[in-house]
């Protein structure tokens, strides 16, 4: 079983940036989609994002699209998400998952599409 571990989640103002790391244990890490998703209280989880196997491709949710950025460093089975202009909005519990498929497909935004999921590291933005 693959284990994902998240970091870099913490308390910033609106306006500011954080980047979350999570680290696979298991070297497969680079044969499938990494998605990350977040959890406000009260909330279903939501789709934030997704980047293929090989970090070619990327796909974001409209809510944060232009703000946030998705990146992988297969040789560290590491992938990233830079958020930058942060909004109160985006508070929520991140986490990263591993897709049951090498690329992005029409089903990469649904939570059922991920077999493997990090522990979530907890953002928050004040305004």
């Known amino acids: 079983q693959v284990q994902l571990v998240e970091s870099g989640g913490g308390l910033v103002q609106a306006g500011g940036s954080l980047r979350l790391s999570c680290a696979a244990s298991?070297?497969?890490?680079?044969?499938?989609?990494m998605g990350w998703f977040r959890q406000a209280p009260g909330k279903d989880r939501e789709f934030v994002g997704v980047i293929s196997f090989s970090g070619g491709n990327t796909e974001y949710a409209d809510s944060v699209k232009g703000r946030f950025t998705i990146s992988r460093d297969n040789a560290k089975n590491t992938v990233y998400l830079q958020m930058d202009s942060l909004k109160p909005e985006d508070t929520a519990v991140y986490y990263c998952a591993t897709s049951y498929h090498s690329i992005i497909t029409t089903a990469s935004r649904s939570p059922h599409n991920y077999r493997y999921w990090g522990q979530g590291t907890q953002v928050t933005v004040s305004s």
């Open positions: 298991d070297g497969t890490f680079s044969s499938y989609s």
